[in-house]
């Protein structure tokens, strides 16, 4: 890894003088001092390798990943739902619709054989907030494509940018939600591109902008196009002020572009802003140029993904309409000033149009510890201002290198964030390379009113593969307090059987065509969706009554367990609010297991007696008395078990 020194600016008065002049408008942010020094390039996103000649020959089950209450679900599946052994898969870009928000599609690198480089453009999609995706392939076959980049209309026609051997771009777009992509223009750009769209009530409303690095640029120093009629026709590329790479866009409620980025020769961060772009017959410039101190500097080919970025550099707006509208905010994971080793996430403010920014807030909150990484952080703004961050992190590994996702949010527009939560297992970043050393250069998030939906990489499988988990709030996740099995016995009234949510099932030993699964919350329930995940049942439509909700079943076949899995309840996006286990053994009132000689006389000992909340479960003909009919039915059943 070759060094790299502290971000800077320092211009003599003259010198200054001259830059005024020669540009509409520049801010220097405070603290940035230094020397100013390179970074090493990356990487450049070429044709390296041949295309792997096998593929998919090899299957397992796919990788649910359960951590607290955080289900990562691994998205390059096939189409029987099984994980493909020994492809990789890296740089998750993920765009949600925002009229519906089950529909989401992720697009990433697709290495079909870790023993070759060759990328591909993969994809995948779900339509029931992702608690299943579906991974049709690649975009083409064959076709070298890598740092994929989506985003989404405000009516949720999906794009989706992609870059070619031949440092060109190609704009896709997807007119059912991920599904199917159709190859619409060839659109400029150059490596390590990314892409917004004006999905304000702006002149620039549908707009796109897009820039990219100077590395593998077709066009000189010239860095930035847009496209006005929706990624058809792309702008002849022009330049931007301090030539910054490695970092996002994004446009306020007045259709102002913000861009932000590293410059390659000095490590200085920037926040460019246009005030043109958003007018259709004027060539857009860059009337403000900010240098930003975000406490750091930006990292590359350093020990926790040897060949690529600890972070690139992500910039976000507020366009919630509350105090912190339009507030411009920066965020990355990088090295502190003055530190040699490990990173932090940093992040800082602007509530002037980008003019400043605030002293640099780190959002990571355990003990400052050079030793430890903080990497692949990532930014999004929801629709009510509530500030979203997730990133890699490396505080409880012993080895400063396995990693953890981690979230923490901000409802004061960055001010304070709150206590950081650990959101997957723990997991080895170096295992399954595909011929190329890192887990990529980014880890993305799209954030709602509720939550925020994101896709990383991981290696649960021992493999690199694509997650998505869903993360939101405490204060605003509902939970799931306790399930039972419910049935009514004639006139006696209604009497459950708990399933623990964890540990051991509850048995379920009465005899009828339908049972009620109750799923009680912390607070009230008003929709949400249940699957049959294990076991043979099929899972009715639910029904809501205050903190409760009721699902049928029916099709239960007896001698089993079955698992039934929660998800989107209260429209909150998670593919898993809960999964409780339901086992049914018909006459095994002892719920031991086993229907035996104990049941027989548990029920004959209760024979003629009312029922009640003690002795409900000898009543296993559910109608209300225990008799002879029950004795009959245990005994028919003895010498079952549950396996």
Not at 497 to 518: C, K, Q, W
């Amino acid at each position: 890894m070759l060094p790299i020194f502290s971000e800077c600016f320092r211009v003599s008065k003259a010198n200054l003088f001259a830059f005024l002049v020669s540009l509409s408008f520049l801010t220097i942010a405070s603290g940035q001092t230094g020397e100013h020094k390179p970074l090493p390039s990356e990487a450049l996103e070429k044709y390296d390798n041949p295309p792997a000649l096998l593929w998919r020959t090899g299957l397992s089950p796919r990788m649910i990943s359960q951590h607290d209450a955080f289900t990562s679900m691994q998205v390059n599946v096939n189409a029987s739902g099984q994980n493909i052994t020994g492809d990789a898969a890296n740089e998750p870009s993920i765009c949600v619709d925002p009229t519906n928000g089950n529909k989401m599609a992720i697009g990433w690198r697709q290495f079909n054989s870790v023993a070759s480089n060759f990328r591909q453009a993969g994809w995948g999609y779900t339509a029931n907030g992702g608690a299943s995706w579906t991974f049709p392939g690649v975009l083409e076959n064959n076709v070298f494509r890598s740092d994929p980049v989506l985003d989404s209309t405000s009516t949720g026609t999906f794009f989706y940018l992609s870059l070619l051997e031949t440092f060109f771009d190609n704009m896709w777009r997807s007119l059912d939600g991920g599904m199917t992509w159709t190859n619409i223009a060839p659109a400029d750009g150059g490596d390590k591109q990314w892409f917004t769209i004006d999905n304000t009530n702006s002149t620039g409303h549908g707009f796109q902008y897009q820039f990219w690095s100077t590395s593998g640029d077709n066009y000189g120093t010239r860095q930035f196009t847009r496209s006005t009629d929706g990624g058809f026709t792309w702008l002849n590329p022009v330049s931007i002020p301090n030539t910054p790479i490695w970092g996002t866009l994004d446009v306020d409620t007045n259709g102002l572009l913000f861009l932000g980025g590293v410059n390659p020769n000095t490590n200085q961060i920037w926040c460019e802003r246009s005030s043109n772009a958003k007018t259709a017959a004027a060539t857009p410039s860059f009337d403000q140029n900010t240098a930003v101190n975000l406490g750091g500097q930006i990292v590359i080919n350093a020990a926790i993904n040897p060949v690529g970025l600890v972070g690139q550099i992500f910039l976000a707006v507020d366009r919630s309409g509350t105090a912190t509208n339009n507030n411009v905010y920066m965020m990355a994971s990088v090295q502190p000033t003055g530190a040699t080793n490990g990173s932090d996430v940093m992040f800082v403010r602007s509530s002037d149009a980008g003019h400043t920014f605030s002293t640099p807030v780190r959002v990571n909150d355990d003990p400052i510890n050079h030793s430890k990484w903080h990497w692949l952080g990532a930014l999004s703004v929801a629709p009510n201002g509530r500030i979203d961050s997730v990133w890699l992190d490396t505080r409880n590994a012993a080895n400063n290198t396995d990693s953890q996702l981690f979230y923490s949010y901000s409802t004061d527009g960055g001010v304070t964030w709150a206590p950081n939560v650990a959101v997957s297992n723990s997991f080895n970043p170096f295992l399954g390379y595909p011929n190329q050393n890192k887990m990529g250069d980014y880890i993305t998030i799209v954030s709602d009113n509720t939550g925020g939906n994101v896709a990383y990489a991981a290696t649960f499988n021992l493999e690199e593969d694509i997650y998505y988990v869903r993360v939101a709030p405490a204060s605003s996740a509902i939970t799931l307090l306790s399930a039972a099995s419910r049935l009514t016995h004639g006139s006696a009234g209604t009497f459950d059987i708990n399933m623990p949510l964890t540990g051991t099932a509850g048995i379920e030993d009465r005899s009828t065509s339908t049972y009620d699964a109750v799923f009680a919350f912390n607070a009230p329930v008003t929709s949400g969706t249940v699957m049959v995940v294990a076991g043979t049942a099929v899972a009715g439509a639910p029904t809501f009554s205050g903190t409760e909700m009721s699902v049928p079943l029916t099709g239960v076949a007896n001698a089993q367990s079955v698992s039934l899995q929660l998800s989107n309840i209260n429209g909150d996006g998670n593919p898993n609010d809960g999964t409780v286990p339901f086992s049914f053994l018909i006459g095994d009132t002892t719920a031991d297991g086993s229907v035996n000689a104990g049941d027989i006389g548990q029920t004959k000992s209760q024979s003629g007696n009312a029922v009640s909340a003690s002795n409900f479960r000898e009543d296993v003909t559910v109608d209300g008395s225990i008799n002879a009919g029950d004795i009959g039915l245990v005994k028919s059943k003895s010498g079952t078990a549950l396996p």
